[in-house]
DNA sequence: ATCATACTTCGATGATAACCGAATGGTTGC
DNA sequence: GCAACCATTCGGTTATCATCGAAGTATGAT
């Protein structure tokens, strides 16, 4: 393996990427309108019955049934049979993340219906992604943050300082992965609705759990979408000093 | 938007997800093995011409021309003509990222050929990937930084310590990002092949660039492997401490 | 000018797979 | 037990698209 001299490859017509590992089987999954719909649905994080995905995807459950069983073979959805129901979620973080940058290369989508329209707006204001809180809101606490130097980003990655940590203590945010006794992570993820980073990581996943505890904000039944309660509202006013009503500056 | 009740949605057959962003459609063109094939050389970071490209993917001229015109209509790939040639590469870095988080989730690909094997032995052993060091090298060198405590992997991510910084620097490596002004990023990326961390971000791409300048790597044709020279054998051991000649410990 | 090279466009073919209707398998409730 | 419900399996239809041969365009060399 150690040589001076530059390595010819080929001669013979067979592929030289053959030793790469096998993309375009997973792209293929996630290539198929309906199976997207219901990744991007997963992507909010929720568990969802093979009925309640078909609906959202707009087939019929025969269909759906073997759409699922693919992506539950090729283990990108985890199934839980309670009962006749089944019960169906992204199978680890690492889908949750390659779904994610897929969303920040494709071609953003042009407006069809009035409907379309809101759910869009609805999307692109507050949304869970996979385990922690993305869109407007999401971006607007984590710049919050960082401008009360609870987190700093330097150099392309988040620092939580002595000030965040007891800060968000008192917010009753759990900083302890107590799994593994580590530290939270905060991890920096790309906004694709608002090209700017929000939080992620473990931490990401603490504050979005804990606003849920709160009753801050709410998941919407088949939609990443998440709303934004009274409380949360008032919550975000008084903890962040976030004036949710201005934050929705219809930019389209 | 501000509600306190929970939102029923759908009514009608329509589509819940439309207000996602599409990623099915980018997922398609990765979906072709032929052009999955392409995208996964370029992941090497190199420019190659279309016909190189036909070849590596196995095709005729007449089909690649067809994939390559595609991806560069869906900004996967960038074109640049001069004279009769057409160089092409990965449009940016967000394309190499999602392509990256692709392979952690894909099919670990069971070896058919001899041929194979040894492409994938020389892949998991030393590759590019976009514009740093990967495979067991990069994972070595990565190690032995943080060892040396020039890298400090803390919270998941990377901090370039004081002696880090002078130590790059006697290494000729770049620390200044000059078009912003701004210090390198050491971003942790996880390896396919080893499932361990190496060291991406501008450090990462400026260790790489060192590496190729100093004559201790070299890029093959058209594959996303890299050698190490006689060169870098020496000067991984003499700087690093680095054994190459041991580190190939041949873990299928 | 003429030929070769690098790449493209067009048209036809063939294979793959999404889709639904119909029927089957389990689970729950009355 | 029977009925209602959730989900799956199977078979046939249809549409999409990768593929290559043939022909065309532009560039470069002789």
Redesign the interface.
């Given at each position: 393996?150690?040589?001076?001299d530059?390595?010819?490859?080929?001669a013979?017509?067979?592929?030289?990427?053959?030793?790469?590992?096998?993309?375009?089987?997973?792209?293929?999954?996630?290539?198929?309108?309906s199976?997207?719909?219901m990744?991007?649905?997963l992507l909010g994080g929720q568990t969802l019955l093979a009925s309640e995905l078909a609906?959202?995807?707009?087939i019929t459950p025969q269909t759906a049934s073997s759409h699922l069983a693919k992506m539950v073979d090729?283990?990108?959805l985890t199934v839980e049979s309670r009962g006749r129901h089944r019960y169906f979620r992204l199978a680890?973080p690492?889908?949750a993340?390659?779904?994610e940058?897929?969303?920040?290369?494709?071609?953003?989508?042009k407006v069809?219906?009035l409907?379309?329209?809101d759910?869009?707006?609805?999307?692109r204001?507050a949304r869970s992604c996979y385990d922690h809180l993305a869109g407007e809101v999401g971006v607007a606490v984590t710049t919050k943050l960082m401008k009360r130097q609870w987190l700093i980003l330097e150099?392309?990655?988040?620092?939580?300082t002595d000030v965040g940590i007891s800060g968000f203590a008192d917010l009753g945010v759990n900083m302890l992965d107590l799994s593994s006794r580590?530290?939270?992570?905060?991890?920096p993820c790309l906004d694709?609705s608002e090209r700017r980073h929000h939080v992620a990581?473990s931490l990401g996943a603490a504050l979005a759990t804990r606003f849920f505890d709160l009753e801050w904000i709410?998941r919407?039944?088949?939609?990443?979408a998440v709303?934004?309660?009274?409380k949360g509202?008032a919550g975000l006013r008084q903890y962040f000093g976030i004036q949710?009503?201005d934050l929705?500056a219809d930019t389209p």
């Open positions: 393996m150690i040589v001076d530059i390595l010819i490859v080929d013979t017509g067979e592929k030289t990427v053959g030793a790469n590992p096998d993309i375009s089987d997973v792209a293929a999954l996630i290539a198929d309108p199976r997207a719909s990744l991007m649905v609906r959202i995807a707009g090729r283990h990108l680890s690492e889908v993340h390659a779904l940058s897929l969303t920040t290369i494709a071609a953003p989508l069809r219906s409907r379309q329209s759910q869009a707006k609805a999307l204001f150099e392309g990655n988040f620092t939580i580590r530290r939270a992570v905060a991890r694709w990581g709410r919407t039944p088949s939609t990443r709303t934004i309660t009274a509202s949710v009503e929705r």
